[in-house]
């Protein structure tokens, strides 16, 4: 014998139906969750592209000029952390003394001149006595006619008679003592005063 549940003449229930404006609106979301996807990842490309041009930048801004000696051209090196001034920082980066034709500079740098004996061999202008002129336009070493090459000459000595006046060279015993690069660019500056060149003619820009 069959039950009967009272459902047997019910008509069956349908799904609604999604109304046109209800699809429309499904499928701008879906477009606009594609295009918010895309616009993410270019976002993440151009950042990783910006910080690849920093480093780049950055790199290309702490290179500095190779030193070598005057002796035989082997490299020279030398502290960065000595070049502690505006001025030997330029230098260190560029090969131009700033300090050339800076009247305050080359008044400081004949003090030096004359405080580390340099007049006994070089004359008290620089022009020659024991040893060579120094303002040109020749040169023993050619180089020094470039304020970096005069640099090199006068920090780590020569094959003649000049020892290196650097600091931590001139005297091996104690690294304090000998000449630091921002005196010796002031020094160079007292030189070029008394001479044509400026030294910074062929100097990196």
């Not at 003592?177 to 921002?182: A, F, K, R, V």
Request: aromatic fraction near 6%; proline fraction near 6%; hydrophobic fraction near 35%.
């Amino acid at each position: 014998m069959r039950l009967k549940t009272g459902l047997e003449n019910r008509p069956m229930a349908t799904l609604p139906q999604a109304s046109p404006n209800a699809t429309l609106r499904a499928k701008t979301s879906l477009a606009l969750l594609v295009l918010v996807t895309g616009l993410a990842a270019c976002d993440k490309q151009t950042t990783a592209s910006g910080e690849s041009s920093a480093k780049t930048e950055a790199a290309a801004s702490t290179e500095t000029i190779k030193f070598v000696t005057t002796q035989d051209g082997s490299p020279l090196e030398i502290k960065p952390e000595l070049f502690d001034t505006p001025a030997a920082k330029e230098f260190l980066a560029t090969g131009k003394n700033p300090y050339v034709g800076k009247e305050d500079a080359i008044a400081a740098g004949k003090k030096i001149f004359q405080l580390y004996s340099c007049t006994q061999c070089h004359g008290p202008e620089a022009g020659g006595q024991v040893g060579p002129a120094l303002t040109g336009p020749n040169y023993n070493y050619a180089k020094d006619a470039t304020n970096k090459g005069m640099f090199e000459t006068v920090w780590h000595g020569t094959n003649g008679g000049m020892g290196a006046k650097g600091k931590g060279l001139m005297d091996p015993s104690d690294p304090n003592n000998g000449i630091t690069p921002d005196e010796l660019l002031k020094v160079i500056a007292w030189i070029r005063s008394h001479g044509q060149l400026t030294g910074n003619e062929d100097a990196a820009s």
